[in-house]
């Protein structure tokens, strides 16, 4: 059954993503959640010094990085007026792209998120542990960095299978494909994969 992602507004879907950045998504959920309970919008959390809010999403690990990169985001979106930046879905991808790639502080793989989970655009994010398990799986030519990886394996994979990928391989990646001592002999697809290490 197709999964159905919980539509959020883009500017919540884009701090959601920022503070999923190196961190599980427990500990994501419980700094967003932090700061729904704080905030009524955005707008004030620009109100508090950045030491604050690096405190207030303390859980998500990061809290000084992460603290100053969502000031600096949302004072960017703020300033141009774009309020929650709720035009976006309305938007053409690759406008809507560019748009989100023209805020300091925003990637490939944020701007992807942010589309594929709060507009549902076709994208593909590519995130460390996707980029890891498509390079083992030889999806990737060598040297290829994750700009290029998001272009080929977005024309790789069929449009209508993004998000479950997305998905699944990011769960691949964390639990079996580890970066240190991945677990070949468990992982469901080492059949096909040519980088699998398992004992005859």
């Known amino acids: 059954m197709p999964l159905k992602p919980v539509r959020r507004k883009p500017l919540d879907e884009l701090v959601r993503t920022i503070l999923s950045q190196n961190t599980n998504d ?7 959640q932090a700061l729904q309970s704080r905030f009524n919008g955005w707008e004030e ?10 405190a207030i999403i303390a859980p998500a690990g990061l809290g ?11 004072k960017q979106v703020y300033k141009d007026g774009d309020r929650d930046l709720l035009d976006l879905c309305a938007q053409p991808k690759q406008q809507a792209m560019e748009r989100l790639l023209s ?5 490939p793989k944020t701007a992807s998120c942010v589309l594929l989970f709060s507009c549902g655009h076709p994208v593909f994010p590519v995130d460390t542990h996707i980029y ?7 999806l990737l030519p060598g040297g290829a960095d994750r700009a290029k990886a998001h272009e080929i394996l977005g024309n790789l994979i069929r449009q209508e299978h993004y998000l479950e990928l997305h998905l699944n391989i990011i769960r691949l990646g964390r639990e079996v494909c580890r970066p240190s001592k991945p677990q070949c002999e468990e992982c469901p697809i080492n059949d096909i994969c040519p980088s699998a290490s398992i004992d005859p």
Do not use: M, Q
């Open 45 to 54: 959390v620009l109100e508090v010094p950045v030491e604050e809010l690096a």
């Open 64 to 74: 000084p990085t992460k603290s100053r990169r969502i000031h600096d985001i949302l």
């Open 132 to 138: 890891r398990v498509a390079g083992k799986l030889g």
């Open 26 to 32: 427990r500990s994501r959920d419980r700094a967003y």
């Open 103 to 107: 805020i300091r502080g925003v990637g």
